[in-house]
């Protein structure tokens, strides 16, 4: 039995251990022994990872080897799906996530943010008040400071602070997307999940969503899912390459981008496959 195992079996006995015992750094995710089935079919084999507070941590791999799937889990999504089984733990803040009812409250502090930019069809300020709203703040002082603030923090602010009251669907894509990014913030969750968020726009406004990662990362810890290695090597502290449901390789991003340890991963990262 490898290290990994052994600590893994001690992990069930009790509370989860770090996967890596000697590590400064402070997991605020813990994943461990995660399977995954839609029906009959397996798309998450044995996943085990920690992912690091204020960090941004990037899931790379070829279409279909269950990167979305997984990004799903940390927050639930998977749920509204009825085929979905699952085993495994993941703990979040000391707590099993899939062991609480409160799955509201897992929402509020795991947001997240889509692919494409889908902002209700009402004003700018409104979409970024809606969460706030919807736990009950009627506050208006107190919604119009959480709206500005969210706003600054994805740093669209200026772009639209003159224009809070018109439709937030006449914005571009990449403002759209800042604006999605500024409501999951208003919600003040301590991580923010992203499914390839700049897969649909151009690349002037795919920069701007990338230099706001990186400043996010100040507040958040952020897992983000691309298909752009780039992507993945600009602005993630940690990539885990994804193959057929398994995680293959799980380290720093320069270190999987210049001496990778797996062939696969190689491979994959060198443009051989996918
Ligand atoms: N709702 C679903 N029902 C059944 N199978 C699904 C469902 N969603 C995903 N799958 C399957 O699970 C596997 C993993 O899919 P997933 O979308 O997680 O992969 P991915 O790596 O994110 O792919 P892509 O990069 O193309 O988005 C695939 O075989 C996919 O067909």
Redesign the pocket.
């Known amino acids: 039995m490898n290290s990994i195992e052994t600590k893994l079996n001690k992990a069930r006995t009790g509370k989860i251990t770090p996967i890596k015992q000697d590590s400064e750094e402070k997991a605020i995710i813990s994943v461990r022994d995660l399977n995954l089935f839609?029906g009959e079919?397996q798309?998450l084999f044995s996943v085990s990872m920690d992912i690091q507070e204020k960090e941004v941590t990037a899931l790379i791999?070829p279409?279909?080897?269950?990167?979305?799937?997984f990004l799903r889990t940390l927050n639930r999504m998977n749920d509204l799906?009825d085929?979905v089984q699952i085993n495994g733990d993941i703990v979040i803040d000391n707590e099993n996530i899939y062991q609480t009812n409160d799955v509201i409250k897992l929402r509020t502090k795991v947001g997240m943010v889509f692919q494409k930019a889908n902002l209700f069809p009402m004003s700018i300020y409104d979409n970024v008040a809606y969460g706030p709203r919807m736990q009950g703040l009627k506050n208006k002082k107190e919604l119009d400071k959480i709206v500005e603030e969210s706003l600054r923090g994805a740093a669209i602010w200026d772009e639209v602070k003159d224009r809070l009251k018109t439709s937030a669907l006449g914005l571009s894509g990449g403002q759209q997307q800042r604006i999605c990014i500024a409501r999951a913030i208003a919600m003040k969750p301590e991580i923010i999940l992203m499914d390839e968020p700049t897969s649909a726009l151009d690349p002037i406004s795919t920069l701007k969503v990338e230099e706001l990662i990186e400043k996010m990362k100040k507040d958040f810890t952020i897992v983000i899912?691309t298909?752009n290695m780039q992507q993945a090597a600009r602005i993630s502290d940690k990539t885990a390459f994804?193959l057929n449901?398994e995680v293959i390789e799980y380290e720093q991003t320069d270190k999987i981008f210049s001496m990778p340890n797996d062939q696969r991963t190689e491979d994959y990262i060198t443009g051989r496959f996918g």
């Open positions: 839609y079919k798309a791999g279409s279909g080897c269950g990167k979305s799937t799906i085929s899912v298909h994804f449901g």
